[in-house]
């Protein structure tokens, strides 16, 4: 073939490769184009790509979802004062950056406003001029926001509002949720502490923790929509619920006895130094906690003292109890028919199982009857009663009192104690509080036996849960008979011999008389194990000292329980019974004088006086026999210390705050729950130092409150 002819023939083999390669384009396009046509179809009609709902994803981009905190409920005591309520505090930042453009509108803070706005923040936050000037202009220009370290953190509503009345952009506010304990120390372990986490309010402790599912309520929420300007769009809103706010919880607690509690407690810590005091006062009918302590405690507003003891003693430490369990012996002994008063004994010391039981005074008192034994603590005494009475006959006297099982109190963890019963030693130990473990609301318990005719009731702290949304009580509290363990001519027995320990020249309780009233007590000392769990420790002050109280005597209407463990020393006083007096005495007078002296508890409600004439309000408070403060040169009342409703006592005070130009009050005099209110009230942060009254401020009384943002006062008892 000449090359002509092979020319022609790859002419022609290339002209179909071209159109071989032509069709296969154009099917391929054509494929491609009915792939995505009928992708777009697809997609158009269903709305689905990928197994995604393209509806909703794109909804969300222009769906907002807004979320209404819920107000954490409020505790109150038994006459509706808060004891730990929601606040509102706030961090600020400030904008730096250029970008921060809104609609148009800056939205930082910009250099000709620099100077105005270092002068707002240091006159408002105590700030040095210089150090926010220097904040607000980093060496670092890429810095979009900034802050102001802990001067700029939980920062009053006050004032907030009087950094944002300059209206100066770019200074932005983070609002915070927190929790204010206005008393201080206040029945802390009991009442517990909710802390902020993750920008919710969350109870760690006692009856905050304890009662989180009713406090903390549920959020609102709101879903809407909105345009690509950000604009709403209407009649596209979503799902909407409402707010509910955490139920109230009323307690059982008297804020002005405890309050006292807390005096007296504190002022015996510092005199005497113990390792630990526990201290409760109840109501021998009901059952009603009406004030209780510990030591060590911590101050849940300022948190000082939160890391010393974290349990709740009163309910989670078990402890021997010493003599005050011999109230039990005896009355299991008198209601089982094996005690004879007038029946006597050789005192000193007893052998039982080959060992010898001593009484606290070793040579004894001779040959004395039971009741003797009663007064004078006598172990050997105690130890008789549970050999005539048998092992198994006073263990079933202890089940029936509540002992070695939790009284469930609902408040916390709570021990169900323990005992030492194999041999007969150790049952005649547990007569006089030896090898037998107990809690404070076990022995609270037991201790209502005999001041209420021999009805057991339990310990309790709420009295009711009202929901703040529907002003309805979704719980009420009764009191809670848990059994008779004996009867009442049994009680009355029991009575009769623990006012003697008072009033007989042998009796150990003389330290506890009280002014106008008779009181049945029983004194304890209690021995406290070794750590190394071999033997018991040594030494003068190594005990458990302890007073039980019942009062009036001839009508019992309060049980008070105090124990003090290992004091330094006794102080003045000398002995331990002397030392627990400076607490059981004044507070089991006052809580008997408050009850007797109908006037002085005489309680009323507060009305609203919010946007009332500030005369007017003044005079009906007046009326009341209540102390009125006004602050403020206003003429119309725009808050109030106590909330409409709350139950005042004679002489009480009430703060006014008016909606004038606010000035500093003279505070000497004031209580503690007074100032933090008053702090609250106006936006400043209180530091207290001491416990007890006002008496002296670091804010002269009569200074403009403009600009103040912290106050320290300190307190001392009258």
Do not use: C
């Not at 709902?53 to 509706?80: C, F, H, M, W």
């Not at 005199?271 to 009901?286: D, T």
């Not at 006083?573 to 008997?592: D, G, H, Y």
């Amino acid at each position: 073939m000449n090359n002509k002819q092979k020319q022609s023939v790859n002419e022609k083999g290339i002209k179909y490769n071209r159109k071989y390669l032509g069709r296969l384009i154009f099917f391929v396009v054509i494929a491609i184009f009915i792939l995505f046509t009928g992708r777009f179809f697809y997609v158009s009609v269903f709305h689905k790509a990928d197994g995604q709902n393209l509806q909703k994803k794109v909804a969300k981009l222009y769906d907002a979802e807004t979320r209404q905190p819920a107000k954490r409920g409020t505790i109150y005591d038994s006459n509706a004062q808060p004891i730990a309520e929601d606040t509102t505090t706030y961090s600020i930042y400030i904008v730096l950056s250029k970008k921060a453009t809104y609609n148009g509108k800056i939205n930082y803070l910009p250099d000709s406003k620099k100077r105005q706005a270092a002068s707002i923040l240091s006159k408002n936050l105590h700030i040095d001029y210089k150090k926010v000037w220097n904040i607000l202009n980093p060496q670092n220009k890429d810095l979009y926001q900034v802050e102001l370290g802990n001067s700029g953190k939980n920062i009053s509503l006050e004032t907030k509002k009087a950094i944002s009345s300059a209206k100066i952009p770019g200074i932005k506010f983070i609002p915070s949720q927190s929790r204010l304990y206005p008393n201080g120390n206040f029945a802390s372990h009991l009442i517990g502490l909710a802390e902020n986490t993750d920008g919710r309010l969350v109870g760690v402790m006692g009856l905050e923790k304890q009662f989180e599912r009713r406090l903390k309520g549920k959020d609102g929420v709101k879903e809407s929509s909105f345009d690509s300007q950000g604009t709403d769009i209407p009649g596209r809103n979503g799902k909407t619920r409402k707010v509910k706010n955490g139920d109230n919880i009323y307690t059982t607690i008297d804020q002005r006895l405890q309050n006292y509690l807390e005096s007296l407690t504190d002022q015996a810590q510092n005199r005497y130094h113990p390792q630990g005091i526990r201290v409760m006062l109840m109501n021998a009918k009901s059952g009603d906690i009406i004030a209780a302590t510990q030591r060590p405690t911590f101050n849940p507003q300022t948190r000082e003292g939160i890391n010393d003891i974290w349990r709740n003693t009163l309910l989670a430490d078990a402890y021997e109890p010493g003599s005050t369990m011999k109230i039990f012996t005896t009355a299991a002994a008198i209601n089982s028919g094996n005690f004879n008063g007038d029946a006597s004994y050789q005192s000193g010391s007893y052998e039982v199982d080959k060992q010898k039981i001593y009484d606290w005074n070793r040579v004894g008192w001779g040959t004395i009857n039971y009741q003797q034994a009663f007064i004078r603590s006598s172990n050997v005494g105690m130890a008789h009663l549970e050999q005539q009475m048998g092992a198994k006959e006073w263990y079933k006297y202890l089940e029936k009192f509540g002992f070695l099982k939790s009284t469930d109190s609902g408040l916390g963890d709570e021990s169900t104690g323990s005992i030492s019963y194999k041999y007969p030693i150790d049952q005649a130990n547990t007569s006089y509080g030896q090898g037998i473990d107990v809690t404070t609301f076990q022995m609270m318990q037991g201790f209502s036996a005999i001041a209420n005719g021999g009805k057991m009731v339990k310990p309790r702290l709420i009295s009711e849960i009202k929901d703040p949304n529907t002003n309805k009580i979704v719980y009420k509290s009764q009191p809670t008979v848990i059994g008779h363990p004996i009867k009442k001519a049994t009680s009355q027995q029991v009575l009769n011999l623990m006012q003697r320990v008072v009033t007989d020249e042998n009796g150990t309780g003389q330290d506890y008389k009280l002014n106008n009233y008779s009181v049945a007590v029983k004194t304890g000392t209690a021995e406290i194990a070794n750590e190394n769990g071999s033997g018991y420790m040594n030494g003068e002050t190594n005990h458990i000292f302890s007073v039980a109280g019942i009062a009036p005597a001839n009508n019992p209407k309060y049980i008070l329980y105090v124990t003090m463990e290992r004091p330094k020393s006794y102080g003045q006083e000398k002995t331990a019974t002397k030392a627990l007096s400076t607490i059981f005495n004044p507070l089991m007078q006052r809580t008997l004088d408050d009850d007797t002296n109908e006037s002085q508890v005489a309680t009323k409600k507060i009305t609203d006086f919010k946007g009332s004439n500030v005369d007017t309000a003044v005079e009906k408070l007046q009326k009341q026999d209540l102390k009125v403060e006004v602050i403020g040169k206003g003429d119309k009342v725009k808050q109030q210390s106590q909330d409409p409703g709350a139950k005042v006592i004679k002489g009480e005070r009430v703060v006014l705050l008016t909606n004038g130009n606010l000035t500093m009050p003279d505070l000497t005099g004031w209580s503690q729950a007074d100032i933090v209110n008053f702090g609250q009230m106006v936006g400043i942060n209180i530091k207290l130092s001491g416990s007890g009254y006002g008496i002296k401020q670091s804010v002269a009384a009569g200074q403009n409150l403009t600009g103040v943002k912290s106050l320290k006062v300190n307190l001392q008892e009258h």
